[in-house]
């Protein structure tokens, strides 16, 4: 299930100018690889409003719900949030058969849930230009917001 996404293609790149393609180079590439705000939760019904709102305080590192905040964690992007010692989750990766009642379209009640954030600037060259944001290892289901704006889904 996907919504606002492009159709499935494979993972190649495109280049602006020949030059561009010769040396390897992507002028139109951003990274948005480092570290992102994370927030872990039990399970998605557990995610604060403030959170999916994206309601911002003064400081960077807290999101404002009801009269406190919540603490966000540095978390290096790309990785995965059960290997980092700061998160108490763990991993669900196996071979053989899944660690928890395989009985869709239910979901366990534990399920965890994580919210990242980042702020980048990007300063199109082209104002008709689209721009296109892409997630590598987003596992199970990821919303995403820019600017407060929900602008698509995807799950696997």
């Not at 995965?80 to 239910?106: A, G």
Request: glycine residues 6%.
């Amino acid at each position: 299930m996907k919504l606002n996404t492009l159709a499935p293609h494979s993972p190649l790149h495109s280049y602006r100018h020949q030059t561009d393609a010769s040396n390897g180079t992507q002028g139109s590439r951003v990274s948005l690889n480092g570290d992102w705000q994370f927030q872990l939760f039990s399970s998605p019904e557990s995610v604060p409003e403030s959170v999916l709102d994206m309601v911002f305080s003064t400081k960077i590192n807290a999101v404002v719900e009801g009269n406190g905040e919540i603490s966000w964690l540095a978390m290096p992007v790309p990785s995965n949030w059960q290997l980092h010692d700061q998160v108490n989750d763990n991993p669900i990766y196996t071979n053989i058969k899944y660690p928890f009642p395989d009985t869709p379209p239910f979901v366990p009640i534990d399920n965890p849930t994580g919210c990242y954030r980042h702020c980048f600037e990007w300063q199109p060259t082209d104002m008709n230009e689209s721009m296109r944001i892409v997630f590598e290892g987003g596992n199970s289901a990821c919303h995403v917001w820019c600017n407060g704006q929900w602008i698509g889904y995807s799950q696997d």
